[in-house]
């Protein structure tokens, strides 16, 4: 069974009953949705959507909601810009600017622009397509000097390299789209723009005790998230390594390490792991990937990473499902070879964490058929995610939907709802009739069954089963 998750971004080229189907049969194991982007509305639809799939599919599709978090774009122009190399143009923080020095005046939508940025600093717009750099400053805006022209349009994103932004981590839009995330009870917030751990603090509080249980993944995106990169990752869910914007807020040279740093840090912390932006780009206009797309995606499989995402390949690409069979097949393939190690430390304290090693290592050992894993909140499959157990399918049970859903996202996790008796042989019972049915394992496939009924006190037991040992006529 294939370990690394796929999850595509939902926008106008899947916004189908048809292909979101489609891309679930190609591979798809979960959706985002990019409140930068999305309509409420439109929201809405794809989750009524998933939901529909939720009740047809054998596994179950978690939602992610991505929130739009600080950002800094260009202001609304009247027609388009046709910006030169070499040209001279003024940047400025006022709303309606005039020209300024007879110079050519684009409003940037942060009101502390000029007063954060030096002679010398970048300004990359539109993820870099055009790019200038502070010649001086003045009363009135910055001049500035275009290194990389093209046609610049209203609202296009800017990318400040280097420079503190000094805006609330949560917009108040955000506050707008998390409301709406629990309204629709969504399995996952990306959060954008993450940069100290007090952001994700905010962000649970504003989820409250009721809604504790959405998980929330931490989007890297500039230098200030990747500095402060392991103490988010203590108290986030998972990291999220979003190339777009960290390829143009820090050295692109050094995104390959920066990946694999983020990568590594996010999986010995024992979160989960999602590689973004840019795997398959070619394939928003054309129906196959470059050759250098095929190896970067592989490599990221190679790391280990719990999923990878399409963004515009699936959300206004050409090809939505077509993105979706290509990372399938690529997955499937990498993973015939034996993946990097770097996973949770083996020295860690946590006694769930060293059973869940313990169950691992015996299911190796045995050539186990799959790792049983019995859990309310989906923390004990967690901790067996962490093992990277290789070639050993994990099956997690669950009495709560939304676990069930969440649990889609680790590697190697494949989840079922169950409902859980007080005694704990009969819920066994009711697992193992699920891989008979659903999973099609026969009696005789040996199992790692580690039970945790009550996720508030340690695993209660590892154990070596039959799949057929406890399945007597009318035992349920």
Same mark, same amino acid.
């Given at each position: 069974m294939r370990r690394t998750k796929i999850i595509s971004t939902i926008g106008p080229a899947s916004m189908d009953w048809e292909i979101i189907r489609a891309m679930y049969d190609a591979g798809m194991n979960a959706v985002r949705i990019n409140m930068s982007h999305a309509s409420y509305d439109d929201a809405?639809?794809?989750?009524?959507?998933?939901?529909?799939?939720?009740?047809?599919v054998k596994y179950a599709v978690p939602v992610i909601v991505d929130t739009s978090g600080p950002e800094v774009r260009i202001g609304h122009l009247e027609k388009p810009l046709e910006l030169r190399n070499g040209q001279h143009v003024a940047l400025t923080s006022r709303v309606n600017p005039e020209m300024i020095d007879g110079l050519t005046s684009i409003h940037v939508g942060y009101p502390e622009f000029e007063e954060a940025m030096a002679v010398g600093d970048y300004v990359r717009i539109d993820n870099g397509l055009i790019n200038l750099r502070v010649l001086d400053k003045g009363a009135c805006g910055l001049r500035c000097r275009v290194l990389d022209g093209g046609t610049l349009g209203s609202k296009k994103h800017v990318n400040l390299p280097g420079v503190h932004i000094n805006m609330p981590s949560i917009t108040s839009k955000d506050v707008q789209d998390i409301e709406f995330v629990k309204e629709q009870e969504v399995s996952f917030i990306a959060q954008s723009?993450?940069?100290?751990?007090?952001?994700?603090?905010?962000?649970?509080?504003?989820?409250?005790?009721?809604?504790?249980?959405?998980?929330?993944?931490?989007?890297?995106?500039?230098?200030?998230?990747?500095?402060?990169?392991?103490?988010?990752?203590?108290?986030?869910?998972?990291?999220?390594?979003?190339?777009?914007?960290?390829?143009?807020?820090?050295?692109?040279?050094?995104?390959?390490?920066l990946q694999r740093r983020l990568v590594e840090t996010t999986l010995k912390k024992g979160r989960r792991c999602v590689v973004a932006t840019h795997l398959l780009e070619s394939m928003v206009e054309k129906p196959i990937p470059t050759r250098a797309e095929v190896v970067d995606v592989a490599n990221a499989i190679y790391q280990g990473v719990d999923a990878v995402m399409l963004s515009a390949e699936t959300s206004v690409g050409k090809y939505p499902v077509g993105a979706v069979e290509v990372l399938r097949r690529i997955a499937e393939e990498q993973e015939k070879l034996p993946s990097e190690?770097?996973?949770?430390?083996?020295?860690?304290?946590?006694?769930?964490?060293?059973?869940?090693?313990?169950?691992?290592?015996?299911?190796?050992?045995?050539?186990?058929?799959?790792?049983?894993?019995?859990?309310?909140?989906? @923390?004990?499959?967690?901790?067996?995610?962490?093992?990277?157990?290789?070639?050993?399918?994990?099956?997690?049970?669950?009495?709560?939907? @939304?676990?069930?859903?969440?649990?889609?996202?680790?590697?190697?996790?494949?989840?079922?709802?169950?409902?859980?008796?007080?005694?704990?042989?009969?819920?066994?019972?009711?697992?193992?009739?699920?891989?008979?049915?659903?999973?099609?394992?026969?009696?005789?496939?040996?199992?790692?069954?580690?039970?945790?009924?009550?996720?508030?006190?340690?695993?209660?037991?590892?154990?070596?089963?039959?799949?057929?040992?406890?399945?007597?006529?009318?035992?349920?």
């Amino acid at each position: 069974m294939r370990r690394t998750k796929i999850i595509s971004t939902i926008g106008p080229a899947s916004m189908d009953w048809e292909i979101i189907r489609a891309m679930y049969d190609a591979g798809m194991n979960a959706v985002r949705i990019n409140m930068s982007h999305a309509s409420y509305d439109d929201a809405e639809r794809a989750i009524q959507w998933i939901k529909t799939l939720n009740r047809k599919v054998k596994y179950a599709v978690p939602v992610i909601v991505d929130t739009s978090g600080p950002e800094v774009r260009i202001g609304h122009l009247e027609k388009p810009l046709e910006l030169r190399n070499g040209q001279h143009v003024a940047l400025t923080s006022r709303v309606n600017p005039e020209m300024i020095d007879g110079l050519t005046s684009i409003h940037v939508g942060y009101p502390e622009f000029e007063e954060a940025m030096a002679v010398g600093d970048y300004v990359r717009i539109d993820n870099g397509l055009i790019n200038l750099r502070v010649l001086d400053k003045g009363a009135c805006g910055l001049r500035c000097r275009v290194l990389d022209g093209g046609t610049l349009g209203s609202k296009k994103h800017v990318n400040l390299p280097g420079v503190h932004i000094n805006m609330p981590s949560i917009t108040s839009k955000d506050v707008q789209d998390i409301e709406f995330v629990k309204e629709q009870e969504v399995s996952f917030i990306a959060q954008s723009f993450v940069r100290t751990a007090d952001d994700i603090r905010e962000m649970r509080e504003l989820l409250g005790h009721r809604y504790r249980w959405v998980r929330v993944i931490a989007k890297i995106e500039n230098f200030e998230g990747v500095d402060q990169a392991e103490e988010i990752s203590n108290v986030a869910d998972g990291l999220m390594i979003a190339r777009g914007d960290l390829g143009i807020e820090t050295d692109m040279a050094a995104l390959p390490t920066l990946q694999r740093r983020l990568v590594e840090t996010t999986l010995k912390k024992g979160r989960r792991c999602v590689v973004a932006t840019h795997l398959l780009e070619s394939m928003v206009e054309k129906p196959i990937p470059t050759r250098a797309e095929v190896v970067d995606v592989a490599n990221a499989i190679y790391q280990g990473v719990d999923a990878v995402m399409l963004s515009a390949e699936t959300s206004v690409g050409k090809y939505p499902v077509g993105a979706v069979e290509v990372l399938r097949r690529i997955a499937e393939e990498q993973e015939k070879l034996p993946s990097e190690t770097i996973t949770v430390a083996k020295d860690t304290q946590n006694q769930r964490q060293l059973m869940a090693w313990s169950a691992a290592e015996l299911a190796e050992r045995i050539n186990a058929k799959g790792i049983v894993v019995i859990t309310r909140s989906g @923390h004990a499959a967690d901790m067996v995610t962490n093992t990277a157990p290789s070639n050993i399918p994990v099956f997690a049970f669950s009495n709560r939907s @939304h676990t069930r859903r969440q649990l889609m996202l680790n590697r190697s996790v494949y989840a079922h709802r169950i409902s859980f008796s007080r005694q704990p042989e009969v819920t066994i019972k009711r697992a193992f009739t699920v891989l008979r049915e659903r999973e099609g394992l026969p009696d005789d496939a040996s199992v790692i069954v580690m039970s945790s009924l009550s996720d508030a006190s340690p695993i209660d037991s590892i154990t070596i089963r039959q799949v057929g040992d406890l399945l007597e006529p009318g035992a349920l």
